[in-house]
């Protein structure tokens, strides 16, 4: 079993439509969670960093940590083709190894 | 602020070659850490550099090394090449120091096709 699971998708939605993508993990250690996009042929791009349990919002982008259930979400509200990307979920502890675990990725596409 | 730069964007190898990736950090960060993408794997951890020294390491063959230069320039290297190298190579840079070392910032990769 995989330490972070993600939904590879596709997931299709029309423009404008809230867009949730989630990620589950079972390590107890981890901290810090964070949210990529990646287009194609390009490297991720960071999106959403938070610490522990809670709600983080940036412009268009929601991010919710719950440690308690081990689940991670990203929404974006009013989608745009322009968001049409993969979004990789990726979480890391100051323990240990100090790499990021990354999810699968989610394969979004918002049709115009 | 200039981003994170890797050199090349695209390489093409034959198997059994070696081959050598650069990555220049955003200025300030001490920590670059390296990635293997590929569409079956995802994103997998080879190694962590900061301060010119090796502080963590993935689960890779010891045929993939890097090394880090006192301005924090990164580079890898993949010795005898094989079919199953071909990947994008992701180099993240960060502060490295305390919680500022999870917040990572990537380059745009090198392609590497190994034929």
């Known amino acids: 079993q995989k330490e972070v699971e993600q939904d590879p998708g596709p997931l299709s939605v029309p423009e404008g439509a809230i867009v949730s993508l989630n990620c589950t993990y079972s390590?107890?250690?981890?901290?810090?969670f964070m949210w990529y996009r990646q287009y194609s042929r390009k490297g991720p791009e960071l999106l959403m960093y938070t610490y522990s349990s809670g709600n983080k919002e940036d412009g268009r982008f929601t991010a919710q940590v719950d440690k308690s259930s081990k689940y991670i979400s990203l929404f974006i509200r009013d989608s745009q083709p322009s968001d049409s990307a993969t979004y990789l979920c990726a979480m890391t502890h100051l323990t240990g190894r100090r790499a990021l675990t990354f999810g699968s990725g989610t394969r979004l596409q918002v049709q115009p | 602020k200039a981003g994170v730069t890797q050199t090349p964007r695209y390489l093409i190898k034959t198997r059994g070659q070696q081959v050598t990736l650069s990555c220049s950090p955003i200025s300030g960060h001490r920590s670059v850490s390296w990635y293997q993408q590929t569409p079956g794997q995802g994103l997998q951890f080879l190694f962590e550099?900061?301060?010119?020294?090796?502080?963590n390491k993935g689960n890779f063959p010891g045929r993939f090394s890097g090394r880090q230069f006192s301005n924090s320039r990164s580079e890898m290297n993949v010795s005898t090449l094989e079919l199953g190298d071909s990947a994008l190579y992701l180099c993240a840079s960060s502060l490295g120091q305390g919680a500022g070392n999870t917040e990572a910032f990537f380059g745009q990769g090198t392609r590497l096709t190994v034929v």
């Open positions: 390590n107890s250690a981890f901290q810090y």
């Open positions: 550099y900061f301060s010119e020294t090796q502080r």
